[in-house]
């Protein structure tokens, strides 16, 4: 049983990283098992959750730029992108200077999930949900180099959904409550608040 009751639905051995490459937009999905099946799932679960775009004429996958990770470079993986239209780019083993993006986001986005779990004072068990809201966070920061079309700077939501972010909606990742257990004894009870 998970502590903090945490369920499986909840905590990922693995996380798939997906950023687009024009906007830096970036989306983290938990995978159950390192497989290509697992990553496909994932990959649908992008398309299916961002569909809306496409319906906009910008949601095109048309290049996949991945490490030479096993579920990356099995013959399944490679089926489902010539099968979709989707060019498949490994990086070389050993550089991951080649895949630079996900790896300078995946930099950010540790470093934002990190910081988060220190600060409610959590265990790694809460990994996943940190990186989901850290991922959140990220979305809605302006990134250096990142301009409108108006060429002021922009956060990767305002290039990838085209309006600006709502951020009235962020809170810290866990509120401590003070419950009354009678008239003499107080308790500090951590208020766990889901974050995905």
Known sequence: ??????????????????????????????LGHKS??????????????HSFLRDLG???????HVDSGGEFD???FAEHCIKEGIK???????KQCQNHLAERTWQALSSIARSLLVHARLPDTFWYQA?????????VLPVRGLKSQEEIPATPH?????SKPFIQSFRCLVALALLSAGPQTNKVVEN???VE
């Not at 502590?3 to 693995?14: K, R, V």
């Open 1 to 30: 049983m998970s502590p903090y009751g945490l369920t499986h639905a909840t905590t990922f051995p693995n996380n798939l990283l997906i950023v687009d490459a024009y906007s830096r937009h970036s989306k983290i999905y938990g």
């Open 158 to 162: 305002e290039l990838f959904y085209g």
């Open 88 to 94: 498949l780019v490994l990086a070389a083993p050993k």
């Open 36 to 49: 290509s099946s697992a990553v496909i799932g994932a990959l649908k679960k992008f398309q299916a959750d």
């Open 131 to 139: 990186l989901c809201y850290a991922t959140s966070i990220f979305n």
């Open 74 to 76: 099995s013959n399944t």
């Open 192 to 194: 766990k608040l889901n």
């Open 58 to 64: 910008y949601m095109d996958t048309e290049k996949i």
